[in-house]
Structure formats: structure tokens, C-alpha cells
């Protein structure tokens, strides 16, 4: 295992699929790239992207994990196998698209779907069973990447500023990339800047509220605002906006930090459409209030953290957020500067999280540290994740 282990990791040019399932439950992003070089040398170059969609049932099943009330451990079991061959599958179709066989493949790296996050405890949990997905492709799988950040003092997220600042840092313009998933995110990277510069951290509510407003408000009908319509049609109640901010103690915590659905969870979102309804407002109303909650959390975590220690000459977004047309609206008129969208630096927007973590994956196999101290406040670099090996290494005698 160990020849063959190392034959994969002195290849020049390695092929991997990264594999994403987020916040919002949308469904399995699968990325095919190319990617050579290490560190900040490092190049990429997708192949092929695509995404399995979640069906409701789906959907559902996994919000259940999510909830404590609802989970429970024979739940978290069955779903953690059952979620290994969804992304093995996801894997398997996007290698087929990209027009290659198992057999291209060097790497696949998984994130999982997280289920649950709880820094201050220094644990998390991300299912999707790893040795499921290394059996059903036939590849080198990496995946977990959250827990040897937290292991050495970090938050275990956010993960992505690493990518970020290594293919993204400009040399004479500070750089803001901003992803709207299910929680916001921003990465923050001032120009000519040393990894230990970047400011990274999540801002708070992404879509997640939005969604889940969208979603009582239909009965089930539909889970997103589709390209910001709805929110569109309504205004904004000021008033329940500063009410809702000013009792959200989590906007305004110093970095670093990160939050997901234990905090903005379904029960939260049910209150605020209640509230909402209380004070007469329609539907429309609702969702574009809280829309404006999603984009207030991000400008004030920006003019807290980030406008004092750097010059922004470009804000960058991706995410599902990015194509809601009332959200980056009101972004860029409260930023005053025009927030650009994430593929004018040459990548899908959709595809931007697969990618980063094939970029972690290959970086853990090259035996580099893959996480950034600045960001998830790590007492030092690890290289995070864990390697699981197909059962093909052995068929193939190549042994130890």
C-alpha cells in the first residue's frame, strides 16, 4: 500500500473529484480537476462539474440529523452509509461526464454533510462514509478534514480561506470573496498578503433563514427564492430588522468563529416567521426582511473586522446567494462598491467548494498543511483529513 500510496503522490499532474454537500441541503456538488504543484504554486483546472440533487425526501431526511430533538443515533448511522454511496455515486457520474474511467482518477476527497458543529467543544460531525466511497469508485479517498483543525485548537472551519488565499491572492488589490451558502462566509485577503494576514470567519446566516421562509410561507411549495423574486416584490420592515440583529449575539462575536445549522436550526426560523406574521407583514415582507438580516450580518461583520486592518478594491461572491438578485442588490448598496460575481476570477461560482476540497485532499496527500491558523484560530498548520484506501490496492498485489 504504501509503493502504491506514494506512485500516486509523486505523479507531477493528479486528477481528483472533490466532492461538496452544504448547509443548505441542496444537494452533492462534484468537481473534476487537474492540479499540480504545491502551496502557493499551486494550479488548477476543472475538468468537469455537476451536482446530484437531494430529493425532498431526501432533504428532509438529512434536516432531521440536524435537529437534536429529531436525530438519533440509529438515524445518524443508517444515514452516514446511505450518504457514502450518494456521493459515490455523485463521484462515479461526474467522472463518467468528464469522459474517464475510474482508473484516470488519483483521489477522490469528500467533505461529508455536516451535522452537527460545536467549536466550543472543539467536536463536530460530518457523515458520509468514507470507506463506502473508496470501495464503490475504486479510488484513494480522503475526507474529515474538519476534526485535526479542532484537535489542535481551531474551529475546525472555515476551511476554504486556504484555497482562497492560495489561488486567489493579488499582489496589488485587497480581495474580499464572500460565499453565500447556507452560512456566509467571507474571505479576507489583503493585497501582497502572508497567509497569517487573511481574515476569515463565518459572517452568520447565509440562506439558510431565507430558504426556511420561503419554505413555510409556500407550505412545502418551494425551499429557495428562486434568483431573489420573492424578495424582490416586498420591503424590508427596518424596525423587526434592528429588533432581530440587535438579539443575535452571534453577528458581532469576534473571530474567529463559525456557526451552522445548531444555531440559525428550523425551530429559530419558525419563530422569526411567526413574528413576522405578528406584525402583519405578508409573506413577501418576510423573506425580504430576512434577506436583509443575511446581508446586515455580512456588511457589519465587514465594517467590524475586516474595514479596519484592510483596503477592499474587490468583493468577489459565490454560493447559491450569488445569483439571488435582492441579496447582492442591497449588498453592494450598503458596501458601496460593486460586488463582482466569483467566475470572473475564472471558476464556476457553483462549483468553487468541490473544488476546494480536492485542493485539500491533494494537499494532504503531497504531506502539506492544509488548514490556515489566521482563519480558524489553529495553534499551529496540520494536515488535515483522513486517508482511506480501495480494496483494488490489494487485488492489484501491490502490498505493502
Keep these: 500500500m504504501i509503493k502504491w500510496l506514494q506512485s500516486v503522490r509523486d505523479k507531477q499532474v493528479k486528477r481528483v473529484v472533490g466532492l461538496m454537500s452544504g448547509t443548505s441541503l441542496d444537494g452533492i456538488d462534484a468537481a473534476v480537476v487537474e492540479i499540480e504543484g504545491v502551496n502557493q504554486d499551486l494550479k488548477v483546472r476543472l475538468l468537469h462539474f455537476w451536482t446530484l440533487p437531494f430529493t425532498p425526501r431526501e432533504r428532509e431526511e438529512l434536516l432531521g440529523l440536524c435537529q437534536p430533538g429529531m436525530s438519533s443515533v440509529d438515524r445518524i448511522c443508517t444515514m452516514n452509509v446511505w450518504l457514502g454511496h450518494k456521493l459515490a455515486q455523485a463521484a462515479l457520474h461526474a467522472i463518467r461526464q468528464a469522459g474517464m474511467r475510474q482508473d484516470d482518477i488519483d483521489l477522490v476527497c469528500s467533505h461529508g454533510q455536516t451535522i452537527y458543529h460545536a467549536p466550543g467543544n472543539r467536536a463536530t460531525l460530518q457523515i458520509g462514509e468514507l470507506a463506502v466511497i473508496a470501495e464503490e469508485t475504486g479510488c484513494l479517498t480522503i475526507g474529515d478534514f474538519r476534526p485535526h483543525d479542532m484537535a489542535a485548537g481551531g474551529q475546525g472551519a472555515p476551511l476554504v480561506p486556504y484555497v482562497d488565499y492560495v489561488l486567489f491572492r493579488h499582489n496589488r488589490n485587497g480581495r474580499v470573496l464572500l460565499n453565500v451558502g447556507g452560512i456566509s462566509n467571507v474571505t479576507c485577503i489583503p493585497a501582497a498578503a502572508a497567509p497569517e494576514h487573511?481574515?476569515?470567519?463565518?459572517?452568520?446566516?447565509?440562506?439558510?433563514?431565507?430558504?426556511?421562509?420561503?419554505?413555510?410561507?409556500?407550505?412545502?411549495?418551494?425551499?429557495?427564492?428562486?434568483?431573489?423574486?420573492?424578495?424582490?416584490?416586498?420591503?424590508?420592515?427596518?424596525?423587526?430588522?434592528?429588533?432581530?440583529?440587535?438579539?443575535?449575539?452571534?453577528?458581532?462575536?469576534s473571530p474567529p468563529k463559525s456557526t451552522g445549522r445548531e444555531y440559525y436550526h428550523t425551530a429559530y426560523a419558525r419563530k422569526l416567521?411567526?413574528?413576522?406574521?405578528?406584525?402583519?407583514?405578508?409573506?413577501?415582507?418576510?423573506?425580504?426582511?430576512?434577506?436583509?438580516?443575511?446581508?446586515?450580518?455580512?456588511?457589519?461583520?465587514?465594517?467590524?473586522?475586516?474595514?479596519?486592518?484592510?483596503?477592499?478594491?474587490?468583493?468577489?461572491?459565490?454560493?447559491?446567494?450569488?445569483?439571488?438578485?435582492?441579496?447582492?442588490?442591497?449588498?453592494?448598496?450598503?458596501?458601496?462598491?460593486?460586488?463582482?460575481?466569483?467566475?470572473?476570477?475564472?471558476?464556476?461560482?457553483?462549483?468553487?467548494?468541490?473544488?476546494?476540497?480536492?485542493?485539500?485532499?491533494?494537499?494532504?496527500?503531497?504531506?502539506?498543511?492544509?488548514?490556515?491558523?489566521?482563519?480558524?484560530?489553529?495553534?499551529?498548520r496540520v494536515p488535515m483529513g483522513k486517508i482511506v484506501f480501495p480494496s483494488q490496492v490489494m487485488v492489484d498485489g501491490s502490498g505493502l
Design 198 to 253: 487573511v481574515i476569515a470567519f463565518d459572517t452568520g446566516p447565509g440562506n439558510v433563514l431565507i430558504d426556511q421562509m420561503v419554505y413555510l410561507s409556500t407550505q412545502g411549495q418551494q425551499s429557495f427564492d428562486l434568483d431573489g423574486q420573492i424578495a424582490l416584490q416586498g420591503h424590508v420592515d427596518e424596525k423587526w430588522l434592528s429588533d432581530i440583529i440587535a438579539q443575535d449575539s452571534y453577528l458581532l462575536k
Design 273 to 380: 416567521y411567526e413574528q413576522g406574521k405578528r406584525r402583519g407583514l405578508s409573506d413577501v415582507d418576510i423573506v425580504a426582511t430576512i434577506t436583509a438580516y443575511t446581508v446586515s450580518g455580512i456588511t457589519a461583520n465587514l465594517e467590524q473586522f475586516v474595514h479596519p486592518k484592510m483596503k477592499t478594491d474587490e468583493i468577489y461572491i459565490s454560493g447559491g446567494g450569488r445569483h439571488n438578485r435582492a441579496l447582492v442588490g442591497m449588498l453592494s448598496e450598503k458596501l458601496k462598491i460593486n460586488v463582482l460575481p466569483f467566475e470572473k476570477l475564472g471558476f464556476p461560482s457553483d462549483a468553487k467548494e468541490a473544488i476546494v476540497f480536492a485542493v485539500l485532499g491533494y494537499e494532504l496527500l503531497c504531506g502539506n498543511a492544509n488548514n490556515l491558523p489566521s482563519a480558524t484560530g489553529a495553534k499551529k
